[in-house]
């Protein structure tokens, strides 16, 4: 009699780390409403790399300030593991972006007269258990330059001490506003490829705000956002290396 065939193995789901359901905001002025967000629903898987797509207005940044504990939703919630964010205090929330979120925004806000290993040790003076400022900017490819100060650097060089100092904390998530923005395609292409190694090799769920369409291909998920809402969704079956990226 045959032995009953062995059944296929499937790999697990990946984990959800942070989750948000029915997700809305709206802004007051006066008598003025302006509804950025209206009933968002979204999970982010362990390593994964999210594009979040959408015109200016959309509101893409409105839900990483959320997701990242900046602001709070108007209604709906967000949870980061098993943990409610939107019922902990200031303090709390304080402590979810200390302990567990890097930021990358289009700006570096690099503090001038600090060095760039100066700059990343802000970091890693008040998280719980850092990488040494040496050791992120050599994930970023700045060893060389690490003792020089912000105005001896190029944009994409300080970029790229701002995704250092990010990563420093060894934060679960890395939530990026527009990082290439304000940056030429070849220095943009460079940024990216930072930011792709470091979602790959230390494992931080990353999301990606861009209005630049080209860069979806570098992702394992494509998030479209309009008005105020998720207008698709939709998975890289083949995620390209940003060297293949053009814009």
């Known amino acids: 009699m045959c032995a009953n065939p062995t059944p296929p193995q499937t790999a697990p789901a990946p984990q959800v780390v942070l989750r948000a359901e029915a997700l809305a905001k709206v802004y007051r002025t ?15 898987h362990q390593g994964e790399l999210v594009v979040l797509l959408g015109a200016s207005g959309s509101g893409k940044s409105t839900l990483l300030n959320i997701l990242g504990g900046l602001d709070r939703p108007t209604s709906g919630q967000v949870w980061f593991g098993g ?27 690099l503090v001038p007269s600090l060095t760039a290993r100066e700059n990343v040790g802000l ?11 040496e050791e992120a900017l050599g ?9 020089h100060f ?11 001490v ?6 420093a904390k060894r934060p679960g998530l890395l939530l990026c ?15 990216l490829e930072a930011l792709v190694r470091v979602n790959r090799e230390l494992g931080a769920s990353t999301v990606l705000i861009t209005h630049n369409a080209a860069i979806q291909a570098i992702a ?28």
């Open 83 to 109: 943990q409610d964010l939107t019922h902990l205090s200031d303090a709390g929330l304080t402590r979810y972006r200390r302990d567990n979120v890097g930021f990358v925004f289009q700006f570096y806000n």
């Open 150 to 160: 912000p105005a001896e650097l190029s944009g994409g060089e300080q970029q790229r």
């Open 139 to 147: 994930w970023v490819g700045l060893t060389a330059r690490m003792d």
């Open 162 to 167: 701002a995704i250092a100092r990010a990563i």
């Open 177 to 191: 506003d527009e990082p290439t923005g304000a940056l030429d395609s070849k220095t943009g292409i460079t940024v």
């Open 220 to 247: 394992d998920r494509v998030i479209t956002m309009a008005d105020g809402r998720i207008s698709g969704d939709t998975r890289n079956a083949h995620p390209v290396a940003p060297s293949k990226v053009s814009w």
């Open 123 to 133: 970091v890693t003076e008040i998280a719980a258990n850092p990488m040494p400022a």
């Open 30 to 44: 006066g008598p003025v409403e302006v509804h950025a967000l209206r009933g968002v629903d979204l999970a982010l």
